[in-house]
């Protein structure tokens, strides 16, 4: 990560860049359906990323982006929003958390979002149970711990070492996924890891709804009573509906990671992995 992003100062004490093209990544619209009148407050700028699923190098680049898509900021205040699902299936969770510790860390503003995946290893941690170990290991814990330099028994009944490997996982990395939040909101988008009950106010969502859920929320053509901005289910794209957005590219398998950016009635994405 060559630099994390600081606030640009007042415009009188800004050098203009130097002559030469722009360095800055290219900024694809998006359809406005489900932003209409949808907006954050005022002066702040909102860049939320999508399921990082231990895929530290897209996850580094994309935080590179956002740090030169800033450049030049036009508003004074800026949030990063992490929706969840750092660690399992990727190669590099370790990392991830290292990074999300680092920008947690810096001057940003970080909302850090608690997905089904962190909430399936605190389980382990803290109850390690037979059923547990097998869960973890069959959604991508094994590559979570070999991120640890844990090597697992290649053949047999795994669930005795994956209960004593994850002792292997810091103190530090255990607090962070302890602080995680449910959710953040700013304006009128609300920002989650999986969606919300739409029979339900935003105020009387579940925690865990909102980090498991898809159906009947992800078919869902209502428009709820703020934006709402999730991952947890895979799309080729940026999925699009009436009432949501849906930024979980499948970054383990495509390598495309996605970030929204809101600021005021404005949206656009950054991606990696796309020409």
Known sequence: MRRLFRPSPPARDRRPD????????????LPADPFEDRRVPSGKRIYAIGDIHGCADPFERLIDMIARDARGLSCRET??????????????????LDLVKLLQDSALEVHAIMGNHEEVLLTLLDHPTEEVARFFARIGGRETLASYGVALPGSGDETHAIIDAVGAIPADHRALLRGLCACAEFGD???THAGIDPALALGQQDAATMRWIREPFI?????????????HTITPGIDLAPGRV?????????????????????????QTGIA
């Open 18 to 29: 130097p002559p030469g093209p722009s360095h800055a990544p290219p900024r694809r619209p």
């Open 189 to 191: 988008v609300f920002f």
């Open 79 to 96: 949030a990063i929003v992490l929706l969840g699902d750092f660690v399992d299936r990727g190669p590099d969770s370790a990392r991830v």
């Open 219 to 231: 078919g869902s053509q209502q428009r709820f009573e703020k934006l709402v901005v999730h991952g």
């Open 246 to 270: 849906g930024i979980d590219t499948g970054a383990f398998r495509t390598g495309v990671l996605t970030a929204l950016v809101l600021e005021d009635e404005r949206h656009w994405s950054l």
